[in-house]
């Protein structure tokens, strides 16, 4: 039985942790996360999406794609880690599709072959980085306990990878847990999806904002707690079993709103055009967590809201862009 009060909040992190995709967006933020609790960590990262000067200093940067099977059997073969975040994956949802077979090469065999390099020397736990885009078309905050059913390739890529973490998991006695992001939003995103995009063109000054579908409903969570949950499941003790878990705020919020929100920020409004290549065919009207799960190991969850980030995101000098 899992026991959410055994978590030991901001402990220290004795053992050696690796983070594929760790000079990414979610990956940098998690990363200083766990060098702030004293923990052991390398990161591995390609650098396609990434940014070296997110790795915070004295980490080791293995330059690697997970593409490279041998060179990634050298070096986990090296580094032994205890523990495993694999945060590397192609998921902006138009590079996803205009490039299906990269997008099945990186989440599906990089996931396979990163398994495969950690079978010589099982760590203790592997923590996947999988999306709410496994779960099927529906309406209204969804558990743990539906049953997956992706309705495009990303989410099939994730849900071939979360079938590979639980063989492994079951094969090795590894501890696994698999982490659903929704969609996250902060400093130093890399894709340009629509927060950052309507940000960029906010301070540009650009008028009228171009967007997609307004109606889209989406639950948006900053970096900034989804790095402090990864974190903590994380710290979560080793003999205890979680295998699932939604990372999201558990509210939604449309497109229509984030602009409202904008409004209210800037104190002015905002003209809007809908463009069509911005706009997906088949593209889900609503997509929001249910977090009771997530609650029950961090609380209060979440710290941030979506005012805030934006706030944020308008106000710093880098617009929360990478450099």
Not at 134 to 159: F, H, M, N
Not at 202 to 210: A, H, K, N, Q, S
Request: hydrophobic share 45%; glycine share 8%; with cysteine.
């Amino acid at each position: 039985m899992w026991v959410p009060g055994a978590l030991r909040r901001g402990a220290a992190l004795s053992r050696r942790i690796l983070v594929t995709g760790g000079a990414g967006f979610i990956g940098g933020h998690l990363v200083e996360r766990l060098v702030a609790s004293r923990a052991e960590v390398a990161v591995l990262d390609d650098l396609s999406r990434g940014d070296p000067t997110w790795v915070p200093q004295g980490v080791a940067l293995h330059r690697v794609d997970v593409g490279d099977a041998a060179a990634l059997r050298t070096v986990v073969a090296d580094l032994r880690p205890a523990a495993v975040v694999h945060l590397a994956a192609v998921h902006f949802i138009p590079e996803v599709d205009g490039a299906p077979e990269r997008a099945r090469q990186v989440n599906i065999d990089g996931t396979r072959n990163l398994l495969d390099a950690l079978a010589v020397s099982p760590p203790e736990l592997v923590l996947f980085a999988s999306s709410g885009a496994v779960y099927p078309d529906r309406r209204g905050p969804i558990p743990e306990s539906c049953p997956v059913g992706p309705s495009d390739l990303y989410g099939r890529t994730k849900v071939e990878g979360e079938r590979a973490v639980a063989r492994f998991a079951a094969d090795t006695g590894t501890r696994h847990v698999v982490a659903r992001l929704f969609n996250v939003i902060g400093s130093r995103e890399t894709n340009p999806h629509v927060v950052p995009e309507l940000v960029r063109q906010l301070r540009r000054g650009e008028t009228p904002v171009r967007l997609g579908a307004l109606d889209r409903v989406r639950d948006y969570t900053d970096v900034v707690d989804v790095a402090n949950a990864l974190a903590l499941l994380l710290e979560t003790p080793l003999g205890e079993r979680l295998s699932v878990v939604n990372v999201g705020s558990g509210t939604g919020t449309s497109v229509r709103d984030l602009v409202a929100t904008c409004e209210g920020i800037l104190g002015h409004a905002i003209a809007v055009e809908v463009d069509p290549r911005r706009q997906r065919a088949q593209d889900r009207a609503e997509l929001v967590a249910d977090v009771e799960v997530l609650r029950s190991v961090v609380s209060p969850w979440p710290s941030r809201t979506v005012e805030q980030t934006l706030q944020q995101l308008l106000t710093d000098r880098s617009g929360g862009a990478r450099a």
